[in-house]
Structure formats: structure tokens, C-alpha cells
């Protein structure tokens, strides 16, 4: 047990990297150090683009919800009712007489 406390304390106190051999140690501990910070990075940025996303997602959602509102009031507007109800404070109401065919026989 006393080997195990032995070990845990010269690593405590960073022997390994003051020794004649620290510059392997010092160039893994860089490699490592370097590649965490790709690591947190990239996390940084999927998360960046998550949001993004679900940004853009409400803001489809919003825009479909506008679209689909503006197209019932515009279809409500294109009824004959509707239309009818407008013109009639203007004074145009609708024709009496049923609109006549005319043909035109072209003479050869």
C-alpha cells in the first residue's frame, strides 16, 4: 500500500516533468492539451449550429402559421359575398339580366 501512496506522490508533485526524460512527457501532455481543445471546439460549434437550427425551425413554424392566416383572409375576400357586401356601399349591385352569348359567324 505504501508503494501505491509512494507513486501518487511523486506524481503530485510533478517529477515527471522536471526529469532528463520530461520532454516526451511535455510533448504527450501537449498532444493531449491540444487535442481537448479540438474537442471543446467542436462541441462549442454542433452547439452553435443547434441552436441555429432550432432557431430557424420557429421561425418556419411562425412563418407557415402567417401564410396559412393571410391565405384564409384572402380567400374569404375572393367570395362573391364578400364582394358583393363591399361594392354595395359604393352603389354597384349585381346585373338583373342574365349575361348574353355573342357569336361572331366570320363570312368566307
Do not use: C
Amino acid at each position: 500500500m505504501s508503494v501505491i501512496k509512494e507513486k501518487i506522490y511523486e506524481i503530485l508533485k510533478g517529477g515527471f516533468l522536471v526529469n532528463e526524460d520530461s520532454f516526451k512527457n511535455w510533448r504527450f501532455i501537449l498532444f493531449v492539451v491540444m487535442l481537448m481543445l479540438l474537442m471543446i471546439a467542436s462541441s462549442h460549434s454542433s452547439d452553435k449550429k443547434v441552436m441555429e437550427i432550432a432557431k430557424l425551425n420557429k421561425e418556419i413554424k411562425e412563418l407557415r402559421a402567417e401564410f396559412v392566416d393571410t391565405r384564409s383572409i384572402t380567400m374569404e375576400l375572393k367570395l362573391e359575398s364578400t364582394i358583393r357586401k363591399k361594392v354595395l356601399n359604393i352603389g354597384l349591385k349585381p346585373s338583373e339580366n342574365p349575361p348574353q352569348v355573342i357569336r361572331v359567324i366570320s363570312k368566307k
